[in-house]
C-alpha cells in the first residue's frame, strides 16, 4: 500500500506491505542505506534510528507504525559530517569496521538529546542495545563524554 | 578511458545517488583509474600523483577496520616522502591483479601480516617511486643525481647557474612513470622514519561517522533482485526437495533458484547445496523462504553433537595422542633445540614430584561479523561484476570465475569495507551463490545471508581439550612435561598454536594431539588456534608455577631467560603492573603471556568476585611486543579490540552442537559483550625491541585475555575456570 514516510525532513512515498519493517523501507525504498542490517530481532542495535526522539531498532519496528512520525537517521544527523557526536567520533576514533557505527551513532544522539551530560552508568545504559564485535566500546563511552563537553562549547 | 572505468563511475553513482544524493566529498575510495581524470600519472601499480601533488595509493588488502586501508598507504608515503594530508587511498582492481601475474603479490588480509610480512615490497614500491622522480629532475635540470632532493612532495637541487631549483613530485610525475632504474633503492631502516612510528588517524573513519561508508549489503545496480538462502541446517547435508508451489505466490517472489553442491565433501569455499528464493525485496524473498517446505538429506553429520565429541575427546585424552612432527617427519618448530621427547613418559612416571592437570577445554565459537555475510552479483553475458564480503579479493575473483565457468578476464570484483572480517571472510562461499543466483535468473542479484542462517553455516572457530602431566626438579621448575591437545579432524593443526611453540624451557618435552570428528566447517578466527589453546597453556603455568611454589610471574620469567623479547614483555608486566598474588577481598590479579603473529603479547587481569559469585572485571593491562610499530594509535585501537573480542567469549560464548546442528540462532542466544560488561580500564603499552623483527598487531592481544582472567579469579576464589564460557562457571 502506499504510504508517506518523513525521513530527514523530506517526505518519501513508498509503496511498502505495512507489516514491513522499517528498516527495510528505509534502505530498500527510500535508498538511505546508512542505517544497517545486524540481525533481524533488535538484539544487535545496527538498525537504530530516531522516532520521535526516541531511539528504535527498526528492523522489528512494522513501517505502518512510523507513518506520521519524525524519523531521523544517521544521513540527517548534520549536512557536513560534523554533528558535536561525529566530531567526537572522529577525534578519538572510534569506528573500525564502521558497521555498527550508525546505529551507536544515533542512539548517542538520543541519548545526549534527553540527557546531556550523562554518567557512565546512564550511557551504558542507554547504549546496552548496541553491539559493536570490534569491541570499541571504551572509546564510544570516551567520545559521548566528549560530545556532551563539544555541545556545551 | 575505457569501458570499465565507465561502468565503475555508474558504480559509484547508483551507490550513493541512492542515498538522497549524498556527494562523499571526503577521500572518496574510488577505483584507482578514476583518479586519473584529472591527468594524474601512474607512476607504478601503487600510485598515481596528479599535478596538483595529490597522491593516490593503492591498497590490496581489505580493510575490516583493522586499518590496512591507513598502514599500506603509511608505508609508501613514508619512502614517496610526501605530506600526508596529500594522500588518498584507493581500491586495488582485483582484476588487474589476477590477470598481471599477480600484480600486488597477493590481496590476502589475515594473520596480522599486512605491514608484519608485507612491508618491504609495499615500502620499496615508494621508494622506487621516489627515486625515479628523483632522476626525472636530474634529466630535466641537468644536474647529478645526489644533488637532487626529494621531501615532503617537492624535488631540489642546487644549479650551478640558476641557484636552487625548486619542482613538485606532480612536475615531473609523467617523466618518472617513463623511467627504468638501473638499481632499485634500499629501503628505510628503523631511525630514518618521518611518518611511520607516529600516532595516524585511520584515513576511513569520517566515512564511518556519517553512514557513508559502502559495504556490500549496500551495493545497488539497476534491475537488482535479492536473494535469502538456506543450506541444510546440518552442514555437509543436502537438499532432497522443496515445494515452491506452496510460496510462490507471496509478495514480491520472483523465483527459486537451486544451488548444486558439485563435490561430495565441498572445500571451505566451494559452494554448498542449498535454495534460494529470489523477491523484489529482502524482507519478502525471507518471509517466504522461513515458510517453503524443504526435505533435507542430513547426511554423517546428525549424529555428532557436542557431547559426543567431547565424550571421544576424553576418551582420546586417557591415552597417548599422536606426537607432533613436522611436514618433514621433524619435530615441530621450536622442539628441535635439545628437546628430549622420547624419554618424557618415563621421566614422568618415576618422578616423586608430579604434577597431573585435569581436562580444560574450549567450545565452537562463531565469527557474528556486525554484517551477516553478503554479496552482489551481476552476471552478463559478457562480463561479471561482484561485491562481496571477502579477506582476499583475488582468491573470491578465481572462485566466481571457476563457479561460473568463465575466464578471469571478464570477471571484475569490486572492493568495498568490510563489516568485520577476523578471519570469517576466508572460508566463505556467498560470492559463489550471489553469482549462481544471478546466472540462474538473469538479473543482478544481492544474497544478504539472515543472522540465522549466518550463525548455522558460518565456518566455526573449532573446539579444543586438552590436558597435561609434567614432573618437577628439586627447584620446583619442570623437568618433564607432556602435553596433550585434542581438535578436531578438518583443521587439527589449530590445536596445536601456541602449544607447540611455547618458549618455556623445559628440558624434557612432548607435545601430542589427537581430532574429534566433526562435520562443522571450520575457520580462521582472529588468531586461531592461540586464542583458545592459550586458555590452557597459560593456566596450566599457573598450575606448575604454584604446584613448585613459584609466583607465576616470576616462574615465566625465570622459564624464559635469554629469551629477550620475552623477558621485555615480562619485566614491564612485573614493573608496572602492580603485580601482586594476594589483593584479599575477593579480589585477584592473574597475568598469561601468548605469542602469535610473531608478537608475544602479555595481559595482567584485576577481578573481583562477590559473594554471590558474580564476576567483574575491573582491569586490563596489556604488555606488547611486536618489534616495531608504524602506527602506535591503531595498534593501540587493535590491542583493544582483540581484548574485548576475546574476552566477550570467554565470557559469554560457545556455540551448542547438538544433533548435527548448531543450536544458536542470533544475538539473543549467542550474547557477546555489550558496552555495560565492557571493563572499565584497559591499558595498552607497546614494549617494543626494535631490533629487526616485525610482528603483527590486529590479533595478539586476544589469547591472553581469557587466561589472565581465569587466572585471576583463581587468586580471587580458589576455583580453577576450566571451560568457557565463564558466566556459566561457579564462583
Known amino acids: 500500500m502506499a504510504l508517506t514516510l518523513n525521513i530527514n525532513g523530506e517526505d518519501f512515498e513508498i509503496d511498502a506491505d505495512p507489516q514491513m519493517p522499517l528498516l527495510w523501507a528505509i534502505r530498500e525504498k527510500a535508498g538511505l542505506n546508512g542505517t544497517k542490517f545486524g540481525c533481524g530481532i533488535a538484539q544487535c542495535g545496527s538498525c537504530t534510528v530516531i522516532v520521535d526522539g526516541n531511539a528504535v531498532r527498526s528492523c522489528n519496528t512494522p513501517v505502518a507504525t512510523a507513518v506520521g512520525k519524525s524519523i531521523r537517521t544517521i544521513e540527517g544527523v548534520s549536512e557536513g559530517n560534523d554533528h558535536p557526536v561525529q566530531l567526537a567520533w572522529q577525534e578519538l576514533t572510534v569506528p573500525q569496521c564502521g558497521y555498527c557505527q550508525s546505529g551507536q551513532i544515533m542512539s548517542a544522539v538520543a541519548l545526549l538529546e534527553r540527557n546531556p551530560e550523562p554518567s557512565d552508568n546512564e550511557i551504558d545504559k542507554a547504549m546496552a542495545g548496541n553491539v559493536c564485535r570490534c569491541g570499541t566500546y571504551p572509546r564510544i563511552r570516551a567520545a559521548i563524554h566528549r560530545a556532551a563537553e563539544l555541545s556545551k562549547a | ?731
Not at chain 2, 594522500?87 to 596480522?112: C, E, P
Not at chain 2, 597475568?591 to 559469585?613: D, F, K, L, N, Q
Open chain 2, 1 to 731: 578511458m575505457n569501458d570499465m572505468n565507465l561502468t565503475r563511475r555508474n558504480f559509484l553513482k547508483f551507490s550513493t545517488s541512492a542515498a538522497g544524493g549524498i556527494m562523499i566529498g571526503f577521500h572518496l575510495p574510488v577505483m584507482a583509474e578514476a583518479a586519473t581524470d584529472g591527468g594524474a600519472v601512474e607512476i607504478n601499480a601503487w600510485l598515481t600523483i596528479d599535478p596538483d601533488n595529490i597522491v593516490s595509493i593503492v591498497t590490496p588488502q581489505t580493510e575490516m577496520g583493522q586499518g590496512a586501508f591507513t598502514a599500506v598507504p603509511m608505508m609508501v608515503a613514508e619512502e614517496l616522502d610526501i605530506p600526508w594530508e596529500n594522500v588518498r587511498h584507493v581500491f586495488a582492481d582485483a582484476n588487474r591483479h589476477v590477470n598481471n601475474n599477480n600484480l600486488y603479490t597477493t590481496t590476502s588480509t589475515g594473520g596480522s601480516t599486512t605491514v608484519s610480512r608485507r612491508h618491504p615490497y609495499i615500502m620499496q614500491a615508494g621508494a622506487s617511486a621516489r627515486e625515479r622522480l628523483r632522476v626525472a629532475a636530474a634529466n630535466r635540470w641537468q644536474v647529478p643525481l645526489e644533488r637532487v632532493v626529494a621531501k615532503q612532495g617537492f624535488l631540489t637541487a642546487d644549479h650551478e647557474e640558476q641557484g636552487t631549483i625548486q619542482g613538485s613530485y606532480g612536475e615531473f610525475a609523467a617523466e618518472a612513470a617513463e623511467i627504468t632504474l638501473e638499481e632499485e633503492p634500499a629501503i628505510k631502516a628503523y631511525g630514518d622514519w618521518w611518518l611511520l612510528g607516529k600516532d595516524v588517524k585511520r584515513l576511513d573513519v569520517p566515512l564511518k561517522t556519517n553512514g557513508t561508508a559502502i559495504y556490500p549489503i549496500d551495493v545497488t545496480v539497476p534491475d537488482m533482485v535479492h536473494a535469502a538462502v538456506q543450506a541444510c541446517p546440518v552442514p555437509e547435508g543436502k537438499l532432497v526437495s522443496y515445494d515452491f508451489d506452496a510460496v510462490k505466490d507471496m509478495p514480491g517472489v520472483i523465483a527459486v533458484v537451486e544451488l548444486e553442491q558439485t563435490k561430495d565433501v565441498p572445500a571451505f569455499t566451494d559452494l554448498r547445496s542449498a535454495v534460494a528464493i529470489v523477491a523484489e525485496s529482502w524482507y519478502q524473498a525471507k518471509n517466504a523462504l522461513a515458510v517453503m517446505p524443504i526435505v533435507w538429506d542430513n547426511g554423517r553429520g546428525a549424529s555428532i553433537s557436542y557431547d559426543s565429541q567431547t565424550a571421544e575427546a576424553m576418551q582420546l585424552l586417557s591415552g597417548p595422542g599422536t606426537l607432533l612432527l613436522d611436514e618433514d617427519g621433524n619435530l615441530g618448530k621450536n622442539l628441535d633445540k635439545g628437546v628430549n621427547h622420547e624419554a618424557v613418559p618415563g621421566l614422568i612416571e618415576a618422578s616423586d614430584r608430579q604434577v597431573i592437570g585435569e581436562v580444560y577445554s574450549r567450545p565452537f565459537e562463531t565469527h557474528a561479523t556486525m554484517m551477516p555475510p553478503c554479496a552482489v552479483a551481476d552476471v552478463k553475458d559478457d562480463r561479471v561484476d561482484v561485491w562481496t564480503f571477502t579477506q582476499d579479493i583475488a582468491r573470491s575473483l578465481n572462485e566466481v570465475a571457476d563457479q561460473l565457468g568463465r575466464e578471469t578476464t571478464n570477471v571484475f570484483l569490486h572492493q568495498t569495507y568490510l563489516g568485520g572480517g577476523f578471519g570469517g571472510g576466508y572460508n566463505m562461499d556467498v560470492h559463489r551463490q550471489a553469482a549462481a543466483i544471478s546466472a540462474a535468473v538473469g538479473r543482478p542479484v544481492k544474497v544478504i545471508r539472515s543472522r540465522e542462517e549466518d550463525i548455522a553455516q558460518d565456518s566455526q572457530r573449532p573446539p579444543v581439550w586438552g590436558n597435561y602431566k609434567a614432573a618437577l626438579g628439586e627447584d620446583g621448575l619442570p623437568v618433564a612435561l607432556v602435553t596433550h591437545f585434542v581438535g578436531e579432524e578438518k583443521m587439527p593443526v589449530f590445536s596445536q598454536r601456541a602449544v607447540a611453540n611455547m618458549p618455556y624451557l623445559v628440558p624434557n618435552r612432548r607435545h601430542e594431539y589427537s581430532a574429534v570428528q566433526n562435520h562443522i566447517p571450520i575457520g580462521y578466527h582472529r588468531a586461531p588456534g592461540a586464542n583458545s589453546n592459550g586458555f590452557i597453556v597459560e593456566q596450566m603455568v599457573d598450575e606448575l608455577a604454584l604446584a613448585g611454589d613459584w609466583d607465576p610471574l616470576e616462574w615465566r620469567i625465570k622459564m624464559t631467560e635469554g629469551n629477550e623479547p620475552w623477558q621485555r614483555v615480562l619485566m614491564a608486566m612485573k614493573e608496572k603492573s602492580g603485580w601482586t598474588t594476594d589483593m584479599g577481598g575477593g579480589e585477584g590479579m592473574g597475568c598469561a603471556v601468548v605469542e602469535s603473529h610473531g608478537t608475544i603479547a602479555g595481559c595482567v587481569a584485576t577481578v573481583a568476585v562477590s559473594r554471590r559469585g558474580q564476576l567483574f572485571v575491573d582491569k586490563l593491562q596489556y604488555f606488547i611486543n611486536s618489534g616495531y610499530v608504524i602506527d602506535p594509535l591503531v595498534a593501540t585501537e587493535q590491542a583493544e579490540s582483540s581484548a574485548i573480542w576475546e574476552l566477550s567469549h570467554a565470557m559469554f560464548g560457545g556455540l551448542m552442537l547438538r544433533d548435527g546442528r548448531i543450536v544458536n540462532t542470533n544475538f539473543d542466544s549467542y550474547p557477546v559483550m555489550k558496552m555495560p560488561d565492557t571493563p572499565p580500564e584497559i591499558e595498552v603499552h607497546l614494549e617494543m625491541s626494535e631490533d629487526g623483527w616485525w610482528g603483527g598487531l590486529g590479533e595478539p592481544a586476544g589469547p591472553p585475555t581469557p587466561p589472565a582472567v581465569a587466572n585471576a579469579i583463581f587468586f580471587a576464589t580458589g576455583n580453577r575456570v576450566r571451560s568457557t564460557p565463564i558466566s556459566k562457571a561457579e564462583l
